[in-house]
């Protein structure tokens, strides 16, 4: 069974520029959730997303938004990209909304120049 | 609001020796709760999980964790370390929803872990 899938694995941007990110989950998952791994503030969770809907969101600017199709594969997007959005942003999949387990992706490295 | 606190930021231990590291919980009602792991420039990898039931879970790589609900703890424990468990270890807290609980993971600053011959 393949696992979660990100794409693509690392990305350099210029600031202001914008992203998108991709997450496939494991096969049968419909839940994705998205999160941002800093050294400054570690693992801070930043939407999830079931049945193409957002249920969950964190503590993030507006610039930070996402998407879920009908396949379950999500993309999340952030614009105006700021130096301060370098980090590697993983995403996590689960079979429902709530179920105790979720399972990372290798996770895309962004970088902001 | 829950939170994870993982007290210390590295731990070293030798080669066969056990190695324990701390995670403290704070949740409303039942948790669960988690320890992943992560390599350099890769994801989290799932090691272990309390769900419910007996205390002392075991999970891959020979690691186990006890939960301790009275300390509010969930120490991850293996009784003979190997060089190649060097890596970064965090602990995740997720409330059940049908109990009001916050529908995400919340995770320890993590601790970095170094066995060394």
């Known amino acids: 069974k393949a696992g979660v899938t990100q794409t693509p694995r690392y990305l350099i941007k210029t600031r202001g520029q914008q992203v998108t990110l991709s997450c496939s989950p494991i096969s049968g998952h419909r839940s994705v959730s998205w999160y941002q791994q800093t050294p400054g503030q570690g693992l801070q969770f930043l939407f999830e997303y079931f049945s193409e809907t957002q249920r969950n969101k964190g503590n993030f600017p507006g610039r930070f938004s996402g998407r879920q199709f009908s396949n379950s594969r999500s993309e999340m997007n952030v614009s105006t990209l700021e130096l301060g959005d370098s980090a590697l942003y993983l995403c996590?999949?689960?079979?429902?909304?709530?179920?105790?387990?979720?399972?990372f992706g290798q996770g895309t490295r962004l970088t902001v120049v | 609001a829950q939170s994870v606190a993982q007290p210390e930021d590295q731990v070293n231990v030798a080669e066969g020796n056990p190695l324990t590291v701390k995670c403290t919980y704070s949740v409303s009602g039942n948790p669960y709760l988690f320890w992943y792991v992560q390599y350099p420039n890769r994801g989290l990898q799932f090691l272990l999980k309390?769900?419910?039931?007996?205390?002392l879970v075991k999970g891959s790589y020979g690691f186990e964790a006890e939960f301790n609900k009275s300390q509010t703890s969930f120490h991850l424990k293996k009784p003979s370390a190997l060089v190649s468990d060097s890596a970064l270890y965090f602990c995740a807290v997720r409330a059940p929803i049908l109990t009001g609980g916050e529908n995400k993971l919340t995770f320890g600053t993590g601790t970095q872990l170094k066995v060394e011959l």
């Open positions: 309390y769900i419910t039931g007996d205390n």
């Open positions: 996590a999949s689960s079979r429902v909304v709530g179920a105790p387990e979720a399972f």
